[in-house]
């Protein structure tokens, strides 16, 4: 059984920083790419930024420079690392993976706000 469990999301001020975790089970995560996306209220979940078995990275424009994602296969877990928040990054964050059809896990909320 496949799962993604996110944490580390939280309300934090303007140019704060927050880590997100993802552990992930029931797959061979070493295997996958994987990926970190947001969904603001009443739209599409958008990618945030990706990460592929051999690490090649991805990130979507507005968070490149001030978000880093990163994986230990070991510990099968993925993080994003966001610094420089911005009330504009305040969503629902979720880890994606594909295995001919996608997992998510169940969110994560981030709120930028003084």
């Known amino acids: 059984q496949v799962q993604l469990v996110e944490s580390g999301g939280g309300l934090v001020q303007p140019g704060g920083s927050l880590r997100l975790s993802c552990v992930t089970s029931?797959?061979?995560?070493?295997?996958?790419?994987v990926g970190w996306y947001r969904q603001f209220p009443g739209k599409e979940r958008e990618l945030v930024a990706s990460?592929?078995?051999?690490?090649?990275?991805n990130y979507a424009g507005s968070v490149k420079g001030r978000f880093d994602i990163s994986r230990d296969d070991p510990k099968r877990t993925l993080y994003l690392q966001m610094n420089s928040l911005k009330p504009e990054d305040t969503a629902v964050y979720y880890c994606?993976?594909?295995?001919?059809?996608?997992?998510w896990g169940q969110g994560t909320r981030v709120t930028v706000s003084s």
């Open positions: 990460i592929s078995a051999g690490g090649m990275v």
């Open positions: 029931g797959f061979g995560f070493k295997w996958f790419g």
């Open positions: 994606h993976v594909a295995l001919g059809i996608g997992y």
